[in-house]
């Protein structure tokens, strides 16, 4: 499957941005889905993951309450709205696809990646 991920760019601090990813070349319910990011010198981190039909929404603790995971697998898409954006936001923002049964929150379990979208969040 390939991940295609879009929707980021520059905001200010308390402002909102969506990213979307989309999926081809594979049926996306088939997929536990993630995003993640990685900020400049820091290390890929896990933000949100969500079960095959949507029910299970585990969140990173510094996005927990302003971030929400969704997906329409008619449509092939995932979705991060960010809302009251902070600072440490800033980073380049991954979807990825995990084929496995188990949901995890590290990156090494997920098979698939998208290229990463940039958010910029200034204060």
């Known amino acids: 499957v390939q991940l295609q991920a879009s929707g980021g760019g520059a905001a200010l601090a308390e402002q909102s941005l969506r990213l979307s990813c989309v999926a081809s070349?594979?049926?996306?319910?088939?997929?536990?889905m993630g995003w993640f990011r990685q900020a400049p010198g820091k290390e890929r981190e896990f933000v949100a993951s969500i079960s095959r039909y949507g029910g299970t929404t585990p969140y990173a603790d510094s996005v927990k309450g302003r971030f929400t995971i969704s997906r329409d697998n008619a449509k092939n898409t995932v979705y991060l709205q960010m809302n009251s954006l902070k600072v440490e936001d800033t980073a380049v923002y991954y979807c990825?696809?995990?084929?496995?049964?188990?949901?995890?929150?590290?990156?090494?379990?997920?098979?698939?990646w998208g290229q990463g979208t940039l958010v910029t969040v200034s204060s």
């Open positions: 070349g594979g049926t996306l319910s088939t997929y536990t």
């Open positions: 990825a696809a995990d084929r496995g049964a188990v949901m995890s929150r590290s990156w090494s379990s997920f098979d698939y």
